[in-house]
């Protein structure tokens, strides 16, 4: 798991979900010093994308299976279920999948395989439908998409 993204665990060491709370109509998912925010809006990706990035941080990406989990149980507490852009594209170039800013390294893919390089322009979702798990779809959908953001501490 990459810094900053670490999910706490109590002594037993199952994984917790630390907080969820409603800030009008925005859910949050706190993971260390990350926090994620399902936006309701249906955008494209590149919006999404946009959006994110002038309101958070970025569009969700995922360091790891444990990353995977806390959003999918989180996700299922909160009961939000469908479709969902994640920060994930295909490199229309070379045909393999990066997060926004640096290459994917970890795999959640529906077939458990990445799909094939497509002459589209095909982004990343989550699917709750699909046990969510990672699809592609042309980025000129729209879809409701999920944020994170660096919560910064202060010492004082």
Not at 47 to 52: K, S
């Amino acid at each position: 798991m990459s810094p900053g993204r670490m999910l706490m665990k109590p002594l037993n060491l199952s994984p917790v979900i630390l907080t969820s709370v409603n800030l009008t109509s925005a859910f949050y998912l706190l993971l260390g010093d990350m926090r994620i925010r399902v936006i309701e809006e249906r955008l494209t990706w590149e919006d999404a994308l946009d959006y994110c990035e002038k309101n958070h941080t970025s569009l969700l990406w995922m360091a790891d299976e444990n990353d995977q989990e806390a959003v999918q149980q989180w996700l299922d507490v909160n009961d939000k279920s469908g479709t969902f852009w994640i920060g994930m594209r295909q490199s229309t170039v070379f045909g393999f999948w990066i997060w926004k800013d640096r290459p994917v390294t970890v795999s959640n893919w529906k077939d458990g395989q990445q799909p094939e390089p497509s002459l589209a322009y095909q982004c990343g979702v989550l699917k709750t439908t699909d046990n969510n798990k990672w699809s592609n779809e042309h980025c000129l959908r729209k879809h409701r998409f999920i944020c994170e953001e660096k919560i910064f501490k202060m010492n004082v």
